[in-house]
């Protein structure tokens, strides 16, 4: 019996031993999920693409749920999104949440536009533009930093206009291109073959979205709204279904493809996936005319100066105006001292004029409007294309166009536009204000009528 019992107890410790690594090792993998950061491009006052009338930032949106929806079946994924509604949300804040999150992936969707009838859908990895049009289209994507607040200091090193200043951009990506031209290659195929989709093929250019990332990342641009066909398909709940399908499962086979994270921290000499290089597409080049979008240096704005008040304007109390009690001596008037009587007069001060403040009469004026939204269309001022909406403006601000209702130097008059807006249907737009025909922060507005 006690032979026995010698032999038994080791077993059991050893069967004990590896249930107990077993239940580690799950435990493990529940801590490390595969983190997907999905991300709807524009959204808020920044409409997007508007190819028939459809609206990119809805679109994109819509699609994104739908991938976020299947991916969340799996226990082992967590979906982050960098919005969830109709937000604005600047490009390096987008590229914060994928950092912040340690994601394993970066997916931005976007739906395309062009003066031709092109269709299909691309998608694109970081990288220097391979021809003119890959350019024009991150370009176009690209132009949304001029809707930022500080957006001259944040993207100081960055010009849209220039492919040269997209080659500081593609450093920091270039150990993850590999895998990110792995997941664009399954995207496409899923776009290609089994939806049936025109494939645009796998494209690099300098989308500074991209560059905000620190993981393997791409930017799909699901199709073109401008094509009349492929534009209805987007719109409606079917396509969007289909695209966002297409999307979440080649995420799925990509993350079947690469190790976990609990493998990667343990396996000896794994190496990451390689694939040859994204060949540059033959197709036709489709040019558009040129338009060179010009570089807005801000202007500095007047500062306050100081107002000198010369000291000679000011009357000054010195010691002589002041007359002190003094020693009345009265004589006769034959010279004879007869008699010498002291009498104090009473101390007299020279009243002194307070000076008048000096009042400056400002020579600037403040005005407030209503900012309904910004697109590169060159939308008519006409009611009916806003809703109804009269007192309109725009302005040009690079390769977009701002939109405005009201003008007024009334604050609380503005408010009552705001909510006006809100009435028609404009419920992200925002008080803008302006010095001078000048944009200034709101709150900069407000201190100065307050003087």
Known sequence: ??????????????????????????????????????????????????????????????????????????????????????????????????????????????????????????????????????????????????????YETRYANYDINSPESVIGLTIMQEEFLDQSIALAKIMQENFSVKLKRNDRKVKQA??????????????????????????????????????????????IKYKEQVPSKTSKNN????????????????????????????????????????????????????????????????????GVRTKVEEKEIPEVKKEIETPKPVVVKKNYDIIFKVQLLASGKNIALEAENFNGLNDLSKEPVKSLFRYMYGNTESYQKVKLLKKNADLKGYTSSYIVAYKDGVRIPVEKALAYISE
């Open 206 to 251: 300098g989308f500074i979205v991209l560059h905000q990332t620190f993981m393997p990342s791409v930017l799909v641009e699901t199709g073109f709204l401008t094509n009349k066909e492929e534009g209805a398909y987007l719109n409606s709940k079917q396509g969007q279904s289909k695209i966002g399908s297409a999307i979440a499962s080649a995420i």
């Open 1 to 150: 019996m006690k032979f026995k019992l010698f032999f038994l107890l080791p077993i059991a410790f050893l069967c004990f031993s590896f249930s107990s690594y077993a239940l580690f090792t799950e435990v493990l993998q529940e801590e490390d999920p595969f983190v997907i950061v999905l991300d709807a491009g524009h959204g808020g006052h920044d409409p997007g693409n508007l190819g028939n009338g459809y609206l990119e930032k809805n679109i994109a949106l819509n699609i994104v749920l739908k991938v976020g929806a299947i991916l969340e079946q799996n226990k082992d994924i967590k979906v982050i999104y960098t919005r969830k509604d109709d937000t604005f949300i600047d490009l390096f804040v987008r590229g914060e949440i994928a950092n912040k999150a340690n994601a394993d992936l970066f997916v931005s969707v976007h739906c395309d536009s062009h003066t031709s009838d092109a269709h299909g859908a691309g998608t694109f990895v970081l990288g220097l533009h391979a021809n003119k049009q890959n350019f024009e289209i991150a370009k176009k994507e690209n132009s949304v930093i001029y809707l930022e607040d500080n």
């Open 267 to 334: 396996a000896i000499g794994s190496t990451p996936i390689k694939n040859p290089p994204v060949p540059i597409e033959k197709e036709k080049v489709i040019e558009e005319p040129k338009k060179v979008v010009e570089k807005v240096v801000p202007k500095v704005e007047n500062k306050k100066e100081p107002i000198v008040v010369n000291k000679e304007e000011v009357a000054e109390v010195k010691e002589k105006e002041i007359v002190k009690p003094t020693k009345e001596v009265i004589r006769s008037s034959s």
